[in-house]
């Protein structure tokens, strides 16, 4: 089989970026997506380019995940994250993660050395120990800053769940969305996906959102394409978002029209739509397809036919 031109698009989350913010954030999804790269072009597999592009983005501590987690509404960190190889369709997923320092590995662990798909909370801390997995201590300086601010927030008033579209549209800079993700084509046509959050601030302990949720925040299938989410988790756990992109693909629509198609299904079919979504996705031929209707997406990605990657804070938007 003649081999496929490497293909990796990833993304640093769908939150509203300003300018202090940004340039860090744009260098971090530049940097991920040419690691990426670069070991996609040296032969190795999709699923090692997206687990090491997501935990570049889960150390950079500017985004969502990882390093930079958002904290609970305890003031505890709880960080999730999921992988999926296209090829075998075996995934893994790990969520209420208090210390390890790339929750993206642990996923990859669960998927290759348990016969499970999804360990959450003691049960994936214990695996992490017992393969050696790297830990940190948490919540930093950076993450406690954030959650005072959030918390303060939520005291006066200004946080208030239920109403999150109307909050975010008030106080965009007090809302961080900024998950991580990676989806990849390699040499011998193999797809492979991965996510990575610290999930929305201030969530209630114990909530699982969409990213380590397979189908939902993460899908790949060599016979369709890759996806991975960002976003309110709910709205894309209710249109098992990732898998209705890749269907879309599977069906003839190339990448960008099926994230565009989803998008337009997050637009119509949840009432009263907060507009946080953010998705990412390749098909099986490279072609690659990024679309919000969030007010940015950032996100970087190099094809088979640019020498350096594209990073942007902005890809099709849907409102
Ligand atoms: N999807 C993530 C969650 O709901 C948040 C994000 O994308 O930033 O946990």
Known sequence: ??????????????????????????????????????MLVKGESALDAVVEAVAFMEDAGVFNAGK?????????????????????LRAGAVGLLRDVKNPVRLARLVMEKSDHVFV???????????????????PSEHQLKRYNLYRQALLEGKYDLPK?????????????????????????GNLAAATSTGGIPLKLPGRIG?????????????????CSATGIGEIAIRLVLAKTVCDRMASGKSA???VEEAIRLVNTRIAGTIK??????VNRRGEIGAAHNSANLCWAYVAPDLQEPVASLTAKILT
């Not at 930079?68 to 075998?88: F, K, P, R, Y």
């Open 256 to 258: 960008q029209e099926a």
């Open 1 to 38: 089989m003649k081999g496929r031109k490497p293909t990796i698009v990833v993304h640093g989350g769908a939150g509203k970026w300003d300018q202090n913010r940004s340039q860090p954030a744009l260098e971090g999804v530049k940097k991920a997506a040419e690691l990426g790269f670069e």
């Open 276 to 281: 946080s979504m953010g998705l990412i996705a």
């Open 120 to 138: 959450v909370g003691d049960g994936a801390e214990k695996l992490a120990r017992i393969f050696k997995v790297e830990r940190v201590d948490a």
């Open 68 to 88: 930079g987690s958002a904290l609970n509404i305890e003031g505890n960190v709880e960080m999730e994250a999921s992988v999926m190889d296209g090829e075998t």
């Open 210 to 226: 969409d990213s380590p949720l397979i189908g939902c925040g993460t899908y790949a299938d060599n016979q369709s394409g890759a």
């Open 164 to 188: 999150l579209a109307r909050l975010i549209k008030d106080y965009p800079e007090i809302f961080s969305l900024e998950t991580v993700g990676a989806v990849a084509l390699d040499k011998k």
